[in-house]
């Protein structure tokens, strides 16, 4: 009896050490909500516009030094238009907003979240996740880079699979130079 006891109090030893060593080797970053930004892109016929949105959070995590997975929300209540100004600035800001567009009033944020972390090399990433906007979910894949406390990443998405129809000629005739392309560039730049 007194064999067993010992050899289960080993046993237990061993498995709490190892579940307490395995812990210490994952490390959950925040990143740094001010520093971090997001750019994106969008081009029509007759040329384009730009701008930024805010993180409101948004998470790595590493196992041993590599990178292992993702969280990010984005607050769509902040997008800005930033090649122009004033009340033309304000209108397509509002415009982006709308229904036609991001619909932030019933959908304020949009996620992505890692699934698949891939290394493509020294600092390197290949990652596949699933991005929701307008609660629609559909997976993209993107290079992530890393660069001691920086990561950026460069994501092409095609907005009429969250329902982003207004003014694509994929779905509407007779658009001309009005159509807007469907695809638009999102630039992530990360600091933690």
């Given at each position: 009896m007194k064999k067993t006891l010992k050899n289960?109090?080993?046993?237990?030893?061993?498995?709490?050490?190892?579940?307490?060593?395995?812990?210490?080797?994952?490390?959950k970053t925040e990143i740094n909500l001010e520093e971090s930004s997001i750019t994106w892109k969008g081009q029509k016929v007759t040329g384009s516009h730009e701008g930024t949105i805010k993180f409101k959070s948004g998470t790595l995590t590493f196992e041993d030094g590599a990178l292992v997975d993702g969280t990010f929300t984005m607050d769509m209540n902040s997008i800005k238009c930033t090649?122009?100004?004033?009340?033309?600035?304000?209108?397509?800001?509002?415009?982006?907003?709308?229904?036609?567009?991001?619909?932030?009033?019933?959908?304020?944020?949009?996620?992505?979240?890692?699934?698949?972390?891939?290394?493509?090399?020294?600092?390197?990433?290949?990652?596949?996740?699933?991005?929701?906007?307008?609660?629609?979910?559909?997976?993209?894949?993107?290079?992530?880079?890393?660069?001691?406390?920086?990561?950026?990443?460069?994501?092409?998405?095609?907005r009429t699979?969250?329902?982003?129809?207004?003014?694509s000629s994929s779905f509407f005739d007779g658009l001309k130079d009005k159509a807007i392309y469907d695809d638009f560039d999102i630039t992530v730049n990360l600091e933690f």
């Open positions: 289960l109090l080993a046993l237990l030893v061993i498995v709490l050490s190892s579940y307490s060593f395995t812990s210490l080797l994952i490390e090649d122009l100004s004033g009340d033309y600035a304000g209108k397509l800001e509002g415009h982006l907003k709308s229904k036609d567009f991001f619909g932030t009033n019933e959908h304020p944020t949009s996620t992505l979240q890692f699934k698949e972390v891939t290394m493509n090399g020294e600092n390197n990433y290949r990652v596949k996740g699933d991005l929701t906007i307008k609660g629609i979910t559909n997976s993209i894949d993107f290079d992530f880079v890393m660069d001691g406390n920086n990561a950026t990443a460069a994501l092409k998405i095609d699979t969250y329902d982003i129809k207004y003014g």
